[in-house]
């Protein structure tokens, strides 16, 4: 199978002091937004409803920025910014540098022809047309020859594991090749960011995680910069570089999948990690003891570990070993500290213990 090459990595986005309210006469309550009237008193006073206050955001180009939180919270909304489905009340959505707030209806044209592409919850295929066509859509709208377009849609669907499948209609796909499709033409398009809302959340589960496999398979090669937009966190601890979470309209917390279960900013955050299995997520880092508060004689020999492996991961490696106890190394190999099979364990059921630890064996490991 020949890989369809990929493009520079582009599309750093930068979300700045965006505000959203929904009503005829939005501009005029943004102040009274910025001085904290809340979501409730904007409808009871004026009759408008706040939809996003005051979101910053710095998404690294070729990184997954996962937007989560609860239905209502401002999610879609936020994400509809980026490519401007919807206009803010007020603030900047820079894209590589360029507001996209401020292009006129011939430049927004081009940049969502060729600078973004989306990925639907409900698919949004063309019924009538057959599973290379919907993949080729997008290309035929940027007006590339079909020979050319059909061999970039034919690749995408090889990748995305439908070749054979490219003459079938949608109706004739399971949810999961479906939303497989969606994948496959919104990447022929290789736009550098793609957004995707809520794409895979009305697949069954184990579709869900096969999808996000792919996505992330594709994602080490081709380093898109994907805002995915989740109401489920252990799709978005799986899928994010950084999480932001949502809660009406506004910005609770946003970090690693690690700063998030290790750190949750309040009672909301905490709800949401309390079942989360932190084995998954957290590194040995923030568990191990540092090198330096150990006498050399209670250094163990032998096996190392990489200090961002996962819990998980390490007691793994330590599983039917007779080693009880090993060497946490940096990405130098460089020891930093150690890590006993025992410590691992209690950190999978103590979160406590861990936010305690995290701080000062980060500190040691930089």
Request: charged share 25%; aromatic share 4%.
């Amino acid at each position: 199978m020949v890989d369809p090459a990929p493009r520079m990595a582009f599309g750093g986005i930068a979300v700045r002091n965006l505000y959203k309210i929904f009503g005829p006469n939005a501009g005029a309550h943004v102040d009274a937004v910025r001085n904290g009237m809340t979501k409730t008193e904007l409808n009871a006073v004026h009759g408008h409803v706040l939809g996003l206050r005051d979101i910053n955001i710095e998404i690294a180009s070729g990184s997954i920025q996962v937007i989560m939180g609860l239905s209502g919270s401002g999610k879609s909304t936020l994400i509809r910014h980026i490519n401007r489905l919807i206009d803010p009340t007020a603030g900047e959505v820079l894209v590589d540098g360029v507001d996209v707030v401020k292009m006129d209806p011939a430049e927004l044209r081009n940049f969502r022809r060729h600078q973004t592409a989306m990925v639907f919850q409900k698919f949004a295929l063309l019924p009538h047309r057959s599973v290379l066509d919907n993949t080729m859509f997008g290309l035929e709208i940027q007006g590339i020859e079909r020979t050319k377009s059909r061999d970039i849609a034919m690749r995408w669907l090889e990748r995305v594991g439908l070749k054979g499948f490219e003459s079938k209609y949608p109706n004739q796909l399971s949810g999961g090749m479906q939303q497989r499709v969606g994948l496959a033409r919104a990447l022929s398009n290789d736009a550098p960011v793609l957004l995707m809302d809520e794409a895979y959340s009305a697949l069954d589960p184990l579709i869900r995680m096969d999808m996000q496999s792919v996505l992330l398979d594709i994602q080490a090669e081709i380093r898109k910069t994907i805002v995915f937009i989740t109401h489920d966190l252990d799709e978005a601890l799986r899928l994010g570089d950084r999480i932001a979470i949502l809660r009406d309209g506004e910005v609770i917390q946003q970090g690693t999948s690690q700063d998030i279960v290790l750190r949750p900013a309040d009672d909301y955050v905490a709800s949401f990690v309390r079942e989360v299995n932190r084995g998954r997520v957290v590194h040995v880092e923030a568990v191990m003891t540092p090198l330096r508060t150990l006498a050399p004689s209670h250094v163990p020999a032998g096996r190392t570990i990489a200090a961002d492996v996962t819990i998980e991961e390490a007691l793994r490696m330590l599983v039917g070993t007779p080693d009880d106890e090993a060497i946490v190394v940096d990405a130098t190999a460089k020891p930093v500290g150690t890590v006993s099979f025992r410590q691992l364990a209690g950190a999978m059921v103590n979160a406590h213990d861990i936010g305690q630890q995290a701080g000062g064996s980060r500190a040691n490991v930089a």
